[in-house]
């Protein structure tokens, strides 16, 4: 087992509690899940800490969502597909009384979140080192106060265009684990995944728009730390959006 850690792969217990409906074999990741090998360190925390930290979705739910924390919450909030974990990380150590769950199938990206929950103590998130659907299928109706889903890998080629994550089917997903008056936080550099995405959440009458002006969508959110992608699609002159809904 020490042999396969170094070789950075995921210890199967945690990769395998996956439901078998339908909807589950399908599923909506189509990314890379690991990338160069984990060092010693690294493959340890995945072993050790990730089964601490991470959600048992072979389970049902906890009637309250927020009792997967040991201690009282004023908020909870999902980030889909955290990547090098920067906007989670940040997000966390502003917001010590709200309940962060990260959700990232890529086993580095993991890796480096649970290297820094370690080494500063962080006691408020949870992780999900899976596809993102079985955690939206498995989350209590009403459960979020909030889901920042930022740069979702944007699939331009159009006869990938069905990979995105942002669907019919996964909207009515987010407007059923949102409470109402929750949040859905949605960014990206690519113009036609912002406009994708904007036909989807306008047509979802569970789904109200805030912006006002083009400022609002122009201008990152208020104390936004900014993210790896973002950071490489300033470089290359590409302009993000940063879309805001609110759950009705
Ligand atoms: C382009 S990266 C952006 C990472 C990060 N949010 C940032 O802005 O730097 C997209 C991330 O979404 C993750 N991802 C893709 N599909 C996903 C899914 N179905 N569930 C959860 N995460 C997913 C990928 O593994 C990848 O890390």
């Known amino acids: 087992m020490g042999e396969d850690r170094s070789r950075g792969q995921a210890p199967q217990s945690v990769l395998t509690e996956i439901p078998k ?3 589950h074999q399908r599923g909506a990741f189509f990314g890379r899940r690991k990338g160069h090998k984990l060092r010693k360190q690294q493959a340890g925390l995945y072993e050790d800490l990730l089964p601490k930290l991470s959600l048992d979705i072979s389970q049902a739910a906890p009637r309250e969502l927020a009792s997967i924390f040991p201690f009282a919450l004023e908020k909870l909030q999902l980030e889909i597909g955290f990547g090098g974990g920067e906007h989670l990380l940040h997000e966390a150590r502003k917001h010590p009384s709200t309940g962060f769950i990260g959700c990232e199938p890529f086993i580095n990206g993991m890796a480096k979140m649970l290297a820094v929950i370690q080494k500063e103590a962080i006691p ?5 080192p899976s596809d993102a659907l079985y955690l939206l299928e498995w989350l209590p109706e009403h459960s979020l106060d909030r889901i920042d889903i930022l740069y979702a890998d944007p699939w331009p080629k159009k006869r990938h ?3 995105r994550f942002i669907s ?6 987010f407007a059923r684990v949102l409470k ?3 949040m859905l936080r949605f960014a990206s550099d690519i113009d036609t995944y912002v406009e994708w995405a904007l ?3 306008l047509r979802a009458k569970e789904f109200h728009w805030l912006a006002e002006k083009a400022d609002d969508w122009r201008l ?3 104390d936004w730390p900014g993210t790896r992608y973002e950071q490489k699609a300033l470089r290359e002159g590409r302009k993000p959006a940063y879309l805001e809904f609110r759950r009705v």
Do not use: M, Q, T
């Open 180 to 182: 109402p008056g929750g």
């Open 161 to 163: 265009w069905k990979r």
């Open 168 to 173: 019919d089917e996964n909207v009515a997903r």
């Open 21 to 23: 409906s339908a909807a």
């Open 124 to 128: 408020n998130i949870r992780l999900h």
């Open 220 to 222: 990152p959110y208020p």
């Open 199 to 201: 036909v989807r959440l």
